[in-house]
């Protein structure tokens, strides 16, 4: 389409179905997640509750959260959210005489992990413990804690995982000091979906007189059911003595629209050093919970709605949908020669690569997936894996992707076709 191809603003606007067609057009180079095919960046939960996720997003689309009392509607949403979450994330198992917790909606997993940080770093200035914060974290904590360290000039102190992909507890408490005001484990890790020992890690914060962030960005809405499920023992949540803080991302594994993730507080207290306050310009009183200003209230409205839509039994289907299909994945990579799992995968996301002996290149095999069957896994490094986020709506495809797996495998073992291209991105600029 001509009208399209200069990046100009048009000089007269065109018809809606025009616009809308190009949309259609420009998609097709798109990744196809539609069919199951993708082990990254979309979360599926069926066609009926993307339906609703458009319908709910989009009857809040022009809605603004800036400012709740313009809409009540949105506050009240988040706050249900929030509770909801809370209760699921353990705050409800703690011992009776424990804070109140407090809760923030924000956009994404890395926007609650920023403000983890930032509330960890205005704790350690508040009691005056430290100006020149460090954060001790594992190597699989997620780059957004990388971003976080940057923006709010917090250290991060990277400490090797262990063999199984876990963190190392006493080599945190090696790095720890006196101007450590947060540690940092993951349920599960994004890179290898490990669940870290959270116990070990928030004791040693309680022990020390940190702050202790777990981030379930993740495993937020799907470890609960697992943990009902009878599929993860791991204590991992809010009641785990220690915990101060945890995030859980609505638009991973809660199946919601992109632009929904939780933080909660133990104690409201703390909880409290997040929002920004300030009066210091000439338009008023202006408050604000996290990163964002605007705040949309589509992706409110759909988390909202899935959450509600869902309920516990529907969240319990997907989380079994989601667990077998990565089980039958895990078991094709534990019984297929030259390739191997990364860790000890405790959920539904994983890294597979080769085995060490050589015989099947790592990225050869992701494209060789990809020409067999349109699989689609990211790439990480190091160690080279291909990283699959597996989900209730892979369970279908499962068995056709473990057969062309083994083939391909073998194949590639045969030939020694190894990828000339070795580059790895999980996020572009
Ligand atoms: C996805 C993820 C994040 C970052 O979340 P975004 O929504 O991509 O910003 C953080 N931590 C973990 C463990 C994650 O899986």
Redesign the pocket.
Known sequence: MAEFADHRLPSHGLDADAVLSRLDELAVDDRDWRGGRVFSLVYSAGDDVLDLLARAANRFSAENALNTMAFPSLGWMQHDIVTITAGLLGADRRPADSPKFRGYLTS????S?LQATKTARDWGRGTGRTTRPNMVLATSA?A?FEKASHYFDVEARRVPVLADGSADVAGFADRVDDDTVLVVG?AP??PQGVIDPITDIAALAQERGFLCHV?A??GGFLLPFLGTLGHVTKAWDLSVPGVTSISA?L??YGYASKGV?IIIYGDAELGRLQPFVTSNWLGGLYGSPAMAGTRPGGPIAAGWAVLHHLGEDGYLHLAEDAWQAAAALRTTIDSTAGISLRGAPDATVLAFGDDGSGAVDTFALGDALADRGGWYFDRQTPPDSLHATVHAGHRAVIAELCADLAEVAGELARSGTRADDRSTRYGTV
């Open positions: 994404g997993g890395t926007e992990l997620h957004a993951s890790s994004y981030d960005c993740l991302d638009h991973k993730s």
